[in-house]
């Protein structure tokens, strides 16, 4: 679960697809979380929060602050 986003960061759908497009994947971890960087250097995680239904259920893409391991230094 990503907990440093606002609601104005969260895409999904057709504009998640295209926001990939645009990003350079740097990391995942093993609770399906892919991590990426826009051009900018903005810091953004795709996830799936209902990962319990079928399929995994359907991504979100959310900007955030941080990336949820990077505290301890990993990613």
């Known amino acids: 679960m990503i907990y ?3 609601s104005a960061h969260i895409l999904s759908g057709i504009i998640l697809d295209e926001k990939l ?3 350079i994947k ?3 971890d093993e ?3 892919t991590y990426y960087l826009d051009k900018d250097g903005a810091k ?3 996830s799936f929060p ?3 239904y ?4 359907a991504p979100l893409l959310t900007k955030v602050e941080h990336f949820p391991n990077e505290e301890e230094g990993t990613l």
């Open 4 to 6: 440093n986003a606002s």
């Open 21 to 23: 497009k645009s990003l």
């Open 26 to 28: 740097v990391g995942g």
């Open 31 to 33: 609770n399906w979380n």
């Open 44 to 46: 953004w995680v795709k």
């Open 50 to 52: 209902n990962s319990g």
């Open 54 to 57: 079928h399929g995994g259920g």
